[in-house]
């Protein structure tokens, strides 16, 4: 996951809080990319995208951190049912750098799969958050690591789900690997608002799980709302120390043998967030060396490992891909109660 409710803005509008972020291989020929919006959708969020939002994928196609491609997608206001107008622009080069201008490739609704000129697909509406994580141990487990305390007991103890049961809404797109011009491809989503003053950027994904191992809110939402509305070029200078800290603190304590090598080699997996990807090449989430993410890629335990220098395991099974696309599983609302009430009480994990 991205940030489920890791700020005051995102806990505020549902429809800026991106989720989670995906590429992998659609169709023969062709790589889809995929965003989540607003968790627990219907329940602590909107089931609606925010008509004064540009949603963007960010593309630099030699795999670094200065887009040179952007897909741009906007939508109107609900109409009766809550239907939105969709329409997908394309910005190459500088302008992919800022703005909101760009080459229509397709219009549709929401809840539709509508064609694009490019030979794609696109698709943007409700589905079941492809997502798994254990809530309650990652929080226990950063908790921890900031008391001087190691405890890889709380990711088998007792797993669960935190997102079983919930709904996202997602922006999915299929294009032609040829569209990217690139066999090594840099990646991220952001949203930004535009039509109440200059258009300003407010939040960002790259990597999963980024955010949840670094950034323990209450006390770093300041830091958080820097870090999405920066691009990620300066991730690396910004963050390393945060990450390296963290990361040789979890080494220590878990006595690994060269807590300083570990410490580099987290930072160098998780910066800058940004998610590579080489089309026509399957799908593999793993910090730094995978390829993109697939939906049924468990990133919650890849990422964790990671930070800790082994497999803790949480227990929880990936939502698999469905046949065809937008490839995500039907919504699938449950009786529970909003999650968003979770993430305001003042022991809320970090997300």
Not at 265 to 294: E, I, K, S
Not at 330 to 348: G, I, T
């Amino acid at each position: 996951m991205s940030h489920h409710f890791d700020s005051a803005a995102d806990r505020a509008d549902g429809r800026i809080n991106l989720c989670d972020l995906y590429a992998f291989p659609g169709a023969p020929g062709t790589t889809t990319l995929i965003v989540t919006v607003n968790p627990d959708a219907g329940r602590s969020s909107p089931t609606t995208f925010r008509p004064d939002a540009v949603y963007e994928f960010a593309v630099a196609s030699d795999g670094g951190t200065t887009e040179d491609l952007a897909l741009r997608v906007t939508f109107t206001e609900p109409g009766e049912g809550g239907q939105q107008q969709v329409r997908l622009l394309r910005a190459d080069g500088p302008a992919a750098r800022e703005g909101t201008a760009g080459t229509l490739l397709g219009e549709g609704r929401t809840g539709e799969v509508f064609s694009l000129a490019c030979d794609g697909l696109a698709w943007a509406g409700r589905a079941a958050d492809p997502f798994t994580a254990d809530g309650v141990a990652i929080g226990t487990f950063n908790q921890g690591l900031k008391d001087g305390r190691y405890t890889p007991e709380v990711f088998t103890a007792s797993p669960s789900n935190a997102f079983a049961g919930r709904d996202v809404t997602a922006i999915a797109l299929q294009l032609p690997d040829a569209a990217f011009g690139s066999a090594w491809i840099g990646l991220w989503a952001r949203v930004s608002l535009n039509g109440h003053g200059p258009q300003r950027q407010v939040n960002r994904i790259g990597q999963a799980m980024f955010r949840p191992l670094f950034f323990n809110p209450p006390d770093t939402e300041a830091e958080l709302d820097a870090l999405n509305a920066a691009p990620p070029a300066a991730d690396l200078d910004t963050y390393s120390e945060r990450v390296r800290r963290i990361a040789g603190t979890a080494a220590r304590l878990a006595g690994l043998p060269d807590p300083a090598g570990h410490a580099a080699r987290v930072v160098a997996a998780f910066l800058p967030d940004v998610l590579t990807y080489r089309p026509g090449q399957p799908a593999a989430f793993h910090p730094r060396d995978g390829n993109g993410r697939a939906l049924g890629d468990n990133a919650f335990d890849i990422a964790v490992a990671v930070v800790a220098g082994s497999t803790l395991g949480s227990g929880s099974t990936p939502r698999q891909a469905t046949p065809a696309f937008p490839y995500l599983s039907a919504p699938q609302p449950a009786d529970l109660p909003p999650l968003l009430h979770y993430f305001r009480s003042p022991q809320a994990p970090a997300r």
